[in-house]
Nanobody, 121 residues
């Protein structure tokens, strides 16, 4: 069982940065692709970024390209989401997920509990 735990959320002003982290308290990430999703109030959960287990391949939603960077440290069993140039539209609960590869939440098997990111104008 992979138990994911996110951290690093908070409240920031527009233009600032945050770095989210996600670690596993159970099994390691070994063999799992990892992704970050977000869900704003009244909206569906949406894909933000993903990274392959093997190799450097990453994928981003158009809305965050050039501002967000996903990375992973397999030795530390941790995945990160560096978020720069934040704007109020980035306000959401951010979730870490492990499993398949793609933008559809259904391909991911394991999910964290989420961490709130609030960006004020």
């Amino acid at each position: 069982q992979v138990q994911l735990v996110e951290s690093g959320g908070g409240m920031v002003q527009a233009g600032n940065s945050l770095r989210l982290s996600c670690g596993s308290s159970g099994r390691t990430f070994s063999g799992y692709n990892l992704g970050w999703f977000r869900q704003a109030p009244g909206k569906e959960r949406e894909f933000v970024a993903g990274i392959r287990w093997s190799g450097p391949e990453t994928r981003y939603a158009d809305s965050v390209k050039g501002r967000f960077t996903i990375s992973r440290d397999n030795a530390k069993n941790t995945v990160y989401l560096q978020m720069n140039s934040l704007n109020p539209e980035d306000t959401a609960v951010y979730y870490c997920a492990a499993g398949g590869w793609g933008i559809n939440p259904s391909v991911y098997t394991y999910w964290g509990q989420g961490t709130q990111v609030t960006v004020s104008s």
